[in-house]
């Protein structure tokens, strides 16, 4: 279970997220019809060097059983890269992700001139991610900053020291985030965010309902999927339901425009069709929000 200022390194407690992240995103790249291609996420599963990780990674018939079916890293991958490339084709010159995790947009995506990109994360995560990419020979397209910090913490003087520039539009992206916040810190991030964010700033994050049974998740995980690289790590425990605003409707009365898309719509959109997605899983599939943001200029 989660404690209050607790740590992690790439393979352990929400560390081991972001690994199982990159190793969906892997697969989804070797996808005849794949919606991201991301040459970099096959090499922080190789690095870790975790059996269950390479297991899925090699595995297709395992992926097969993916209890949010095969879509889901594609269509929200999809979602988050589409974000960028459109603040950045209306001029927006300043970029930060939040939990950045194995995301290795900063050298996947085609950023114009100028570009910078934040990346902000436990620094144990930032190290790993740093020391595959540069043993790779990989060179970031954008220029590329690491603030390595706990977004528990003051996390808006670490990213200003690093050069940040509240004056400016700033695209944020706060993927597979939220649910990893208690809800007074989630409250305090967008918080944050809206008071770093100039006029012409946009923000994208994704959440699904607080009323998910996570003990139901929790047992079907644990007796169906126990012999699988999902079964490898209870995620439900590393998550968080407490009370917290919902942000749509803080952003909202904060004056920000917002649209809200479902995976249904986000499949249609990006002509992938959903298969069907286990129970319990399919309450909380369904109820995923994909929310864009807009402070208007």
Request: with cysteine.
């Amino acid at each position: 279970m989660r404690t209050e200022g607790d740590t992690w390194d790439i393979v352990s407690s929400v560390g081991m997220t972001a690994l199982f992240v990159a190793a969906m995103r892997a697969v989804e790249s070797k996808q005849p019809d794949a919606l991201v291609h991301d040459e970099f996420a096959a090499l922080f599963v190789a690095a870790a060097d975790d059996p269950d990780m390479n297991q899925l990674l090699n595995d297709r018939e395992l992926w097969a059983r993916s209890p949010l079916g095969t879509e889901f890293m594609g269509l929200r991958s999809k979602f988050f890269d589409d974000l960028f490339r459109t603040a950045a084709e209306a001029g927006v010159r300043q970029a930060v992700i939040l939990a950045a995790g194995l995301d290795a947009r900063a050298y996947r995506l085609d950023w114009p001139q100028g570009m910078v990109v934040y990346e902000i994360d436990q620094p144990k995560v930032l190290e790993f991610k740093r020391q595959v990419l540069d043993s790779a020979g990989a060179t970031p397209k954008a220029d590329r900053r690491e603030v390595a910090v706990d977004l528990r913490d003051n996390w808006p003087a670490a990213l200003i020291e690093e050069g940040f520039d509240p004056t400016v539009p700033t695209v944020w992206s706060a993927e597979g985030l939220l649910p990893y916040l208690p809800g007074a810190a989630q409250d305090a991030l967008f918080a944050r965010i809206a008071q770093l964010s100039a006029s012409g700033s946009t923000l994208a994050c994704d959440a699904f309902d607080a009323d998910v049974d996570l003990a139901q998740l929790a047992d079907l995980q644990a007796e169906q999927l126990r012999d699988t690289p999902f079964g490898t790590v209870d995620f439900t425990s590393l998550l968080y339901t407490d009370d917290r605003a919902d942000p749509a409707e803080w952003l909202t009365d904060q004056g920000w425009t917002t649209t809200i898309v479902p995976p249904e719509e986000l499949a249609e959109r990006y002509d992938r069709p959903l298969t069907a997605v286990l129970e319990p899983y399919a309450e909380m599939f369904n109820s995923i929000k994909y929310l864009t943001a807009a402070k208007p200029a």
